[in-house]
């Protein structure tokens, strides 16, 4: 796929988002308790992320046609060299409640290679992009990672477990001792949101487990190409799929990676 093409999906692919993004916001204002589903414990849905998921796949069909889709309420459609990762709304539990952090998360991936990412924060109007090896934007505007060197000037997100508690001792033991060594801690309610800002330079780390891919593919690849780092908890290197992920500036990788894995080491 040449370059000039994966530039006119991405603008394409910023267009979709728009238009469903405007759905999802509208829809907003009249929805109602009784439009919420549960898939599972704490794992909920709304006639929303379907509606917006299915808008999104036609869409993106006639952008690409012939690609494959993993998607969180459809699930996989047949493997295809190019398959599109996609979270109609990201940050459910926060659009039930009316927070203002919820986004459209859509990843373009070659071989389970990521190589497009957007991530598009609807209640700012902030849209993230990358392209592999082209760099990261915000709105059409360059950015980086911060460059903050020490851990104790760092201020970190993450995500809480809402229904894997089987870590959870170790994930409190590693939560209060990022509290007695950093700048604050924050939990925002979106994965694909907690990495864009990481990507950014508002977060100079962002950790957390029991992720999918979904949730990680497009802000993953936003971070690398804003020049961050990333990796699983133990330093692997699958956190597309491996359901654990840690983004950082680079600057405070190693010292980050170290916490991590004294409180989820092997």
């Known amino acids: 796929?040449?370059?000039?093409?994966?530039?006119?999906?991405?603008?394409?692919v910023i267009e979709l988002t728009n238009e469903v993004g405007h759905f999802i916001l509208t829809e907003q204002t009249k929805f109602s308790n009784t439009d919420i589903q549960k898939k599972g414990f704490n794992d909920l849905v709304t006639y929303v992320d379907k509606n917006s998921e299915k808008a999104l796949i036609e869409g993106l069909a006639k952008i690409l046609p012939g690609s494959g889709i993993l998607a969180e309420e459809s699930g996989e459609t047949e493997k295809k060299e190019y398959t599109w990762i996609i979270d109609p709304l990201d940050g459910t539990t926060n659009f039930i409640h009316k927070l203002p952090c919820f986004a459209i998360s859509i990843a373009l991936v070659k071989n389970n290679e990521p190589i497009l990412g957007i991530v598009n924060e609807l209640n700012l109007k902030e849209c993230f992009s990358a392209i592999k090896g082209e760099g990261a934007n915000v709105n059409g505007k360059s950015i980086k990672v911060s460059e903050q060197s020490k851990l104790e000037n760092s201020l970190i997100a993450t995500g809480f477990p809402y229904n894997d508690f089987k870590l959870q001792d170790n994930y409190m033991d590693l939560f209060k001792y990022l509290m007695t060594c950093t700048q604050g801690m924050r939990?925002?309610?979106?994965?694909?949101?907690?990495?864009?800002?990481?990507?950014?330079?508002?977060?100079?780390?962002?950790?957390?487990?029991?992720?999918?891919?979904?949730?990680?593919?497009?802000?993953?690849?936003?971070?690398?190409?804003?020049?961050?780092?990333?990796?699983?908890?133990?330093?692997?290197?699958?956190?597309?799929?491996?359901?654990?992920?840690?983004?950082?500036?680079?600057?405070?990788?190693?010292?980050?990676?170290?916490?991590?894995?004294?409180?989820?080491?092997?």
């Open 187 to 266: 939990r925002i309610g979106s994965a694909s949101v907690d990495l864009c800002y990481v990507a950014c330079g508002r977060f100079e780390a962002f950790y957390e487990y029991g992720l999918k891919p979904w949730d990680v593919a497009a802000g993953a690849l936003i971070v690398k190409e804003a020049g961050g780092k990333l990796a699983e908890f133990n330093s692997g290197a699958d956190y597309i799929f491996g359901k654990t992920i840690i983004a950082t500036n680079g600057l405070i990788h190693k010292d980050f990676v170290l916490a991590v894995d004294r409180y989820f080491g092997k």
């Open 1 to 12: 796929m040449s370059k000039l093409h994966l530039d006119s999906i991405c603008n394409q």
